[in-house]
Each structure stands twice: as C-alpha cells, then as structure tokens.
T-cell receptor, first 115, second 117 residues
C-alpha cells in the first residue's frame, strides 16, 4: 500500500443517475477526507471521517450526497440523482491523527462528468 | 470561521530566481497547522511543507521555506532557485486543531506559477 487509491478514475453518467466512488486510504491512516475540485479552484471540503465516524459534513453537501466508512478503512461517496453541477473532480485524502498535525495524502481523484 | 486567502491568481518567475507566494489565513483556534501543496497539470496534490501554529521556527524543506508571521496571520511560501518543473498550481491550506470543534483542512483558491526559461 503506497498511497491513497480512488476508483474509478473517470466516470461519465447521465443526469439523474446515481454514482458511487470508492477511496482506499493509506492503511494506518485513521482520518479520511472527501473534497470536490472544479477547474481552476482549490479543493472544497465535503466531509471527513475519523475511523468510521463521520465527524463533519459541509453545507455544500446536499441530501443527494452520502458518504460512508463502514469499518474505518475504505470509504464510499454516493451521489444520487446527479445534476450537471455535480461535474467535478472528487478527491479523497487520508492522514494520521497526531498532535502536531500531519499532512493529508491525496489520491488521484475521480473525475465525474454529468451529461 | 476558517478562511484561507491567496491573492495572486498567477505569478511569473525567471528560472533560478526565488519567488514568494502569498497566503493569509483566519481562524479563532489557537492550535492549527498550515500546509502548502503543489498541483501540476497531471492533477495530483503533492505535499510540500507544514508549519504548526506553535512552531517557533519557520519550516524549511529543501528549496521550500515557509515565512510564518503569526501576528499578521500570513504563511507565505518561498521557492528558491526556481526550476521549470515548479510550474504548477500552488495551494495554501489550514487545519484547525479541534478547539473549535473540527479538524478539517480548508484550501485557498490557489496561485498558478509559471517558471520562464
């Protein structure tokens, strides 16, 4: 396990369909984050987990978005009834809990295109 | 509320020169960490450097240094001896320490750096 893995790398879907993305963090990392990034912008925070607990969820996340991390390892992000505005890069990151703070390691992202 | 501001949408620098990328932040949490990431055109986010709010000295990592001015709430990235491969988007980010309830990391809008040969 050499890094954060995201699957799929690309997803094209029709408006109204549901999509699910998977993230496998670095194995010893207990924190996992989901971000959304649109072209030319910085990553926007969506949600994060500490182990299996979802501790914070952004107001950006509508009821159509749900994330899980059932056993504190991999995580899934589901978008229901996709809209064209959901088209973006979805980034997953993981980090270790440490008093001094450690950097988050990012996956290569899942690029979603809603047509 | 947390906030990160990067006021330079784009910067040009001559190869082998030094460049400073600006970042200011706002938080009410006395414990926080500041990060810089590089995002080349390939899209991956690459961690560059970290500064903790209680660190007494400015962080350095090779050609990268962080000019941390706590009272001014600024955390500028200095890249020395720029190389063509430094051309990329650079993001400043902050993670609070949990005193205000959260550990999320938020990012600025980024600065695109162009290194000229």
């Amino acid at each position: 396990d050499t890094g954060v893995s995201q699957d799929p790398r690309h997803k094209i879907t029709k408006r109204g369909q549901n999509v699910t993305f998977r993230c496998d963090p670095i194995s010893e990392h207990n924190r996992l984050y989901w971000y959304r990034q649109t072209l030319g912008q910085g990553p926007e925070f969506l949600t994060y987990f500490q182990n299996e607990a979802q501790l914070e969820k952004s107001r950006l996340l509508s009821d159509r978005f749900s994330a899980e991390r059932p056993k504190g390892s991999f995580s899934t992000l589901e978008i229901q009834r996709t809209e064209q505005g959901d088209s973006a890069m979805y980034l997953c990151a993981s980090s270790l809990e440490f008093p001094g703070g450690t950097e988050a390691f990012f996956g290569q992202g899942t690029r979603l295109t809603v047509v | 509320a947390q906030k990160i501001t990067q006021t330079q949408p784009g910067m040009f620098v001559q190869e082998k020169e030094a460049v400073t990328l600006d970042c200011t932040y706002d938080t009410s949490d006395p414990s926080y960490g500041l990060f810089w990431y590089k995002q080349p055109s390939s899209g991956e986010m690459i961690f560059l450097i970290y500064q903790g709010s209680y660190d007494q000295q400015n962080a350095t990592e090779g050609r990268y240094s962080l000019n941390f001015q706590k009272a001014r709430k600024s955390a500028n990235l200095v890249i020395s001896a720029s190389q063509l491969g430094d051309s990329a988007m650079y993001f400043c980010a902050m993670r609070e320490g949990g005193n205000t309830g959260g550990f999320k990391t938020i990012f600025g809008a980024g600065t695109r750096l162009f290194v000229k040969a």
